[in-house]
Every structure is written in structure tokens, then in C-alpha cells.
């Protein structure tokens, strides 16, 4: 099986996907519409923590969150 990628205008997307699925050789695969829709779930996990530090250290930045000492959180460990 052969593999072509092609770039199509967006006005003319709708018309060439109809004309393609409408062709019963063709096999279309559509990539996922996001990144995060590729992730496994453990990789979801991952970066939802991730984009939660982001959003805390923003609100830090910004005064509505107190930040502790790093002192503080190394005693811990």
C-alpha cells in the first residue's frame, strides 16, 4: 500500500474528502485535530499537571498565590 500526502486548499477540503471516502480502494486516516489527543492516558496525566504548575506559578507571579520557600519544600524531600 502506497501513502500520499497532499495539501489542499481550506475551501476546498470538504469536497476532496467527500470525493476521496466516496472511492472504495482509498483508505483515509484523519490525524487527531490535537496533540493532546494523542497522548496515552498516563501522558494526559502528565501534562495536566504540567499546564497546573503553569497556572500556579502565573497566579504567584500575579499575587493571588503564596509561593512557599524552596528551603521549605527541600526539608521535605
Known amino acids: 500500500m502506497k501513502q500520499v500526502i497532499i495539501n489542499i486548499p481550506e475551501k476546498k477540503f470538504p469536497f476532496f474528502m467527500k ?6 480502494f482509498v483508505k483515509v486516516v484523519e490525524p487527531p485535530k490535537t496533540l493532546e489527543e ?8 502528565t501534562w ?7 497556572i ?4 504567584m507571579e500575579e499575587g493571588k498565590l503564596k509561593a512557599r520557600p524552596i528551603q521549605e519544600l527541600l526539608d521535605e524531600l
Open 48 to 54: 495536566q499537571n504540567i499546564k497546573q504548575g503553569f
Open 38 to 45: 494523542q497522548l496515552t492516558p498516563g501522558q494526559k496525566e
Open 56 to 59: 500556579e506559578l502565573k497566579m
Open 19 to 24: 470525493l476521496m471516502k466516496s472511492l472504495d
